[in-house]
């Protein structure tokens, strides 16, 4: 059982738009910064958001991060066929003194 | 450019300990928390604890922490993750990661698949 709750899976048509949640707890989304993450199959994670709503050099602006109290998002805007991949969200937890993850979602572009 | 380059796989018997290195490059690794985080088969990811270079102090999840030992070497800028006491549920893909600038999970390495059979 994840500390962080996220859907298991979502999918649409190209061109849609994607939202996954990332629900925690005041001990870690309602105080700490929240990241984000896509991961292909047989591949290393790659860090998509960070500080909540930060987007890395060279992460496309499609991708877009919000945080409002112990929840938060993740929309990928204009889905493409390489969007296909798991995303996980994870924050600090002060509580538990880990770092905590979302169970992963997996995005499907039908 | 910032690299994690993790060592290769490893096929242990239970009961055995693996030992996983991470060695990074790109920036100065003193400076920022390393962490190590574990995906069995087909599951998500699950941190396991970090270290912090500059004094080599350590995190751990509660879960880890009887079996698992992470230090730094700061002469040869690696991490290392030991993990003792192998069973079958250890098999995974263990996954080095920095906090350079942006914070958790900033640059990961390739991964180490351990594979633990009798």
């Known amino acids: 059982q994840s500390v962080l709750t996220q859907p298991s899976s979502s999918s649409t048509t190209p061109g849609q738009r994607v939202t996954i949640s990332c629900s925690g707890g005041?001990?870690?989304?309602?105080?700490?910064?929240v990241y984000w993450y896509q991961q292909f199959p047989g591949s290393a994670p790659k860090l998509l958001i960070y500080r909540d709503d930060q987007r890395p050099s060279g992460v496309p602006d499609r991708f877009s991060g919000s945080k409002s109290g112990t929840s938060a998002s993740l929309v990928i805007s204009g889905l493409r066929s390489e969007d296909e991949a798991d995303y996980y969200c994870?924050?600090?937890?002060?509580?538990?003194?880990?770092?905590?993850f979302g169970g992963g979602t997996k995005v499907t572009v039908l | 450019e910032v690299q994690l380059v993790q060592s290769g796989a490893e096929v242990k018997k239970p009961g055995a300990t693996a030992k996983i290195s991470c060695k990074i490059s790109g920036y100065t690794f003193i400076d920022y928390y390393l962490h190590w985080v574990q995906q069995a088969p087909g599951k998500g990811l699950q941190w396991m604890g970090h270290?912090?270079?500059?004094?080599?102090?350590?995190m751990k999840a509660e879960k880890f922490q009887d079996r698992v030992t992470i230090t730094a070497d700061t002469a040869t800028d690696t991490a290392y993750m030991e993990l003792s006491s192998l069973r079958s549920e250890d098999t995974a893909v263990y996954f080095c990661?920095?906090?350079?600038?942006?914070?958790?999970?900033?640059?990961w390495g390739q991964g180490t698949l351990v594979t633990v059979s009798s």
């Open positions: 994870a924050a600090w937890d002060d509580s538990l003194n880990v770092v905590a």
């Open positions: 990661a920095t906090s350079f600038l942006l914070g958790i999970g900033a640059f």
């Open positions: 270290v912090d270079p500059e004094n080599g102090q350590t």
């Open positions: 005041t001990s870690n989304i309602g105080s700490n910064n």
